[in-house]
Nanobody, 124 residues
Framework: QVQLVESGGGLVQAGGSLRLSCAAS????????MGWFRQAAGKEREFVAA????????YYADSVKGRFTISRDNAKNTVYLQMNSLKPEDTAVYYC?????????????????WGQGTQVTVSS
C-alpha cells in the first residue's frame, strides 16, 4: 500500500499564495505519476494538475494554468503544488493522488491512491 498525506492548506486572501505538499510513504515504487484534484462544497471532484515520475511532463486544468505549478522531489517522495494569485473560486479540499504508469492523466479513475485532503479557503 501507499499512503499519501497532504499538508499546507489554510486560509488566504485573494491574490495570495499557498504551497501544498503531498508526502508518500509505504510501497512508493507502486506510484509513478502524481496528481492534484480538488472538491468544492457541493461539487464533484475535479482535476487540477498532474506530473510524471521524471517531472518532465506536467498538465494543468485550464482554470489554474499560469497560476499553479506542480513539482516533485523523488528523493523525498514528495509532490508540491505552488498556488499563486489565488481566487475565491479556488476554495476547496485539495487531494493528492498517485498512479502507476508512464503517462499522466486528468481522470480520477486512473489513480490508485488518494490522500485525505487539505482544506484551502480563499477569502475575497
Amino acid at each position: 500500500q501507499v499512503q499519501l498525506v497532504e499538508s499546507g492548506g489554510g486560509l488566504v486572501q485573494a491574490g495570495g499564495s499557498l504551497r501544498l505538499s503531498c508526502a508518500a510513504s509505504g510501497r512508493t515504487f507502486s506510484v509513478d505519476a502524481m496528481g492534484w484534484f480538488r472538491q468544492a462544497a457541493g461539487k464533484e471532484r475535479e482535476f487540477v494538475a498532474a506530473i510524471s515520475w521524471s517531472g518532465r511532463t506536467t498538465y494543468y486544468a485550464d482554470s489554474v494554468k499560469g497560476r499553479f505549478t506542480i513539482s516533485r522531489d523523488n528523493a523525498k517522495n514528495t509532490v508540491y503544488l505552488q498556488m499563486n494569485s489565488l481566487k475565491p473560486e479556488d476554495t476547496a479540499v485539495y487531494y493528492c493522488a498517485g498512479g502507476k504508469g508512464d503517462s499522466i492523466s486528468d481522470s480520477l479513475s486512473w489513480y490508485d491512491y488518494w490522500g485525505q485532503g487539505t482544506q484551502v479557503t480563499v477569502s475575497s
